[in-house]
């Protein structure tokens, strides 16, 4: 427990303390509190927080908002299926969980490069699209899809409903659970991405948070402070949106342990 608490500790203390402060001391508490590496972090020349911020709320948004109903279509079309088909499916979803993302990285660089895609947002958010993230989504909603009853489509599709609204109008409201536990782990886990967009993006065409944090580190010196006060306010923006979606995040968890 004291392994993955000390990190959060040291951001969050060393964020509000003077350089002389962390480097004499880094795990004590901050005796003589600052703002001034936040407020340093804030107004630098290059604008690092405010574009990495709005970058990695781009890449963040879009891939979640596009994952969440593919995800959650797909899914219901394979809990239709016949328990062969829907085995081999999840089967070859499995190898997107399996397969380490930089065994994929170079091929993926060349399918956006074909596609006209590379060193671009519309690039990575469709990488985003695909491998585990995708299999992730999938694999939660279908859990969750077992437990709706064969019934309550039987029903809507006898009222002249079809796949598309019976999907819309009943399945997505019944999983919102599972969505929250979806958009809460694929947010972060985009969040804190660092291999694709060092890669995909490149470092001529901007950078999302986590980039910025690489390039923040100095070759030959580093500012400790406000390299503590960036990771500090890349760290506010996802707790905030866990204590938002946190009542749902956790019935997702209790309802999937119990069924």
């Known amino acids: 427990m004291l392994v993955f608490v000390s990190p959060i500790y040291l951001t969050i203390v060393n964020a509000f303390k003077h350089e002389n402060d962390i480097t004499a001391n880094p795990a004590a508490p901050p005796l003589h509190p600052t703002l001034s ?3 340093d972090a804030l107004s630098r020349p290059d604008h690092l927080i405010q574009y990495g911020l709005r970058n990695s709320l781009i890449v963040v948004i879009c891939s979640v908002l596009l994952l969440i109903p593919l995800g959650s279509a797909f899914s219901f079309w394979i809990s239709r299926r016949r328990t062969r088909v829907r085995a081999a499916i999840l089967a070859a979803l499995a190898a997107g969980l399996m397969i380490p993302p930089q065994v994929v990285l ?21 990488s985003n699209l695909g491998g585990g993230y995708f299999s992730f ?13 064969d019934e309550v489509v039987e029903a809507a599709r006898l009222d ?17 659970p599972a969505t929250a536990t979806v958009a809460i782990f694929l947010s972060l886990w985009i ?5 694709n967009p060092q890669f995909i993006l490149g470092p001529l065409q901007g950078q999302t948070i986590t980039t910025g ?37 956790i019935a997702g968890l209790t309802s999937g342990a119990t069924k």
């Not at 002249?160 to 919102?176: E, V």
Request: hydrophobic residues 55%; glycine residues 10%.
């Open 37 to 39: 590496n936040l407020t």
């Open 160 to 176: 002249g409903a079809g796949s598309l609204r019976i999907w819309w109008t009943i399945i997505m409201p019944l999983m919102r």
């Open 106 to 126: 170079l091929p993926t660089i060349r399918i956006l490069t074909f596609l006209g895609l590379d060193h671009s947002y519309p690039g990575l958010i469709l």
């Open 191 to 195: 969040w804190n991405d660092f291999l």
């Open 137 to 149: 989504a999938v694999f939660v909603y279908v859990g969750f899809m077992r437990a709706v009853p």
């Open 213 to 249: 944090l690489y390039l923040s580190v100095g070759q030959f010196q580093t500012d400790y402070g406000q390299l503590f006060g960036i990771m500090f306010l890349a760290g506010v923006i996802p707790v905030v949106g866990y204590l938002a979606m946190q009542k749902q995040f």
